[in-house]
């Protein structure tokens, strides 16, 4: 009877310590878990940020390539922190020329006295960018603020930020 209460409490003592493993290995399963979910978004986003940088070099590329043809890119020179401006008021349209020979092609305006006033809080684009006159109203009529706090604007204007 001795031998079966030690064999009893030895029983005993075996299942406490498999139930404190098996514990354990819960705990351990779920950092491994969470360690690998952390991972897995890390991940995810240096794949986002290298699509993001893949997508900014194919642009640049493209952008500083020269085909034989006058591009208004190629005669714009925007000061300092305003070249997202620009290419956001732009975009696509930096690629046409000023030739009107061209499959695309600016045919400019001057600014005209009766056109809209700039909103409150804005600055126009044209202030800050050197560009041919063929450009003149267009940039006169881009405005550019630090966020987009939904000022009015008139038909023909366009709000771009720095940012």
Do not use: C, M
């Not at 690998?36 to 986002?48: E, L, S, V």
């Not at 043809?69 to 349209?93: I, M, V």
């Not at 030739?99 to 006033?117: C, H, I, L, T, Y």
């Amino acid at each position: 009877r001795a031998a079966a209460a030690a064999a009893r409490a030895q029983a005993v003592q075996h299942g406490e310590d498999a139930r404190a493993a098996l514990t354990r290995a819960d705990a351990e399963e779920r950092g491994a878990r969470e360690q690998r979910d952390r991972a897995q978004a890390a991940r995810a986003t240096a794949h986002a940020d290298l699509a993001a940088l893949d997508s900014e070099a194919t642009a640049l590329t493209k952008a500083t390539r020269r085909e034989g043809r006058e591009r208004l890119l190629d005669r714009l020179q925007p000061e300092a922190g305003y070249e997202r401006a620009l290419a956001a008021a732009l975009g696509d349209d930096l690629e046409a020329g000023l030739d009107p020979a061209g499959e695309r092609f600016w045919a400019g305006a001057e600014v005209a006295p009766g056109d809209p006033a700039a909103p409150e809080g804005t600055v126009s684009l044209g202030q800050h960018v050197t560009a041919p006159a063929a450009l003149a109203r267009r940039l006169a009529q881009v405005f550019v603020a630090e966020s987009d706090t939904g000022v009015p604007l008139a038909v023909g204007q366009r709000l771009v930020t720095l940012a």
